[in-house]
């Protein structure tokens, strides 16, 4: 495959991401890390025995699923993707009939998502795709964004979004989708359900890269305390927890990886750490 256009603009980070997710089996992403790369081939080092890469790695590949695993039951059409960087599930989703995705983030990723998506082999765009640019937390293009939408219920997703936001602005957030949930009827599937945890006390690293933009975004600050403390939070908003994602460990390449690689002391501080997120899919109590 080969590509004109100059992605040395795009974020290091949301980079980084693609590049480390391209060798998983989530939907095009192997193809997107080729065209990031191009002219260099991309080859990804799956030999690597540290731990911390296959723990990332694991995250992601497990909060990709778990949103689709949520959206599986459902019989509704009209999806909307905040903040989706790139992930193309929007893409995959179009290749059934039916369906109006409409696929969101910042002007600068729609941009470059815009040439990924016209030079990825192997699509088959069935139903309608569009994909914008939105602020999430911006009203009136959120509001404008929905009524572009056919009559019916909606489904409203994202992954990596939340731990940006501050408690003002995930409140800003919560009510922008409950006023939408309450008109059009549907659900919020949100595997952002992040708690506050040690990672170093797990035998997990960020490396540089990470921590630095860890702290410039204030990840750790902006994730909940506990889950207790999500759930009364989201109560609090107007919405209640309809299911919530289970880890489908067939799906996760880098499970088995992570755990020829681990030791049993290592394995045994992952375990006892517990769960540090989730993904719930909200609705708002008739």
């Not at 939907?27 to 890390?33: D, I, Q, Y």
Request: net charge negative; glycine share 4%.
């Amino acid at each position: 495959m080969e590509t004109t256009r100059d992605y040395s603009t795009i974020s290091p980070t949301a980079k980084s991401l693609l590049l480390l997710k391209g060798s998983t089996n989530i939907p095009f992403v192997k193809e997107a890390a080729q065209l990031m790369l191009a002219p260099q081939p991309y080859e990804p080092d799956l030999s690597t025995k540290d731990l911390s890469f296959w723990g990332r790695l694991l995250h992601f590949e497990d909060r990709y699923w778990s949103i689709d695993q949520l959206l599986a039951d459902l019989p509704i059409k009209n999806i909307l993707e905040l903040s989706s960087g790139f992930s193309f599930r929007g893409l995959k989703t179009v290749a059934q009939p039916g369906y109006h995705y409409i696929d969101t983030d910042l002007p600068e990723v729609v941009a470059v998502k815009k040439d990924f998506v016209a030079a990825l082999p192997g699509k088959q765009i069935i139903s309608v795709l569009e994909l914008l640019p939105l602020n999430a937390l911006d009203e009136a293009t959120f509001q404008e964004t929905v009524d572009r939408f056919p009559p019916g219920e909606i489904v409203i997703v994202n992954e990596g979004l939340l731990m940006y936001l501050d408690e003002q602005e995930k409140e800003r957030l919560c009510h922008l989708i409950h006023r939408v949930l309450t008109q059009r009827g549907g659900y919020w599937i949100t595997a952002d359900i992040y708690v506050k945890w040690d990672e170093e006390k797990a035998g997990l690293e960020r490396g540089t890269e990470w921590e630095a933009f860890y702290a410039q975004h204030r990840i750790h600050e902006n994730k909940f305390d506990s889950f207790d403390a999500a759930k009364t939070f989201f109560t609090k908003m107007g919405f209640q927890i309809d299911k919530e994602a289970v880890r489908e460990r067939e799906k996760l390449t880098a499970l088995p990886r992570l755990m020829e690689n681990a030791t049993e002391p290592q394995l045994k501080r992952m375990r006892q750490a517990g769960r540090t997120r989730v993904t719930w899919r909200l609705k708002v109590p008739v």
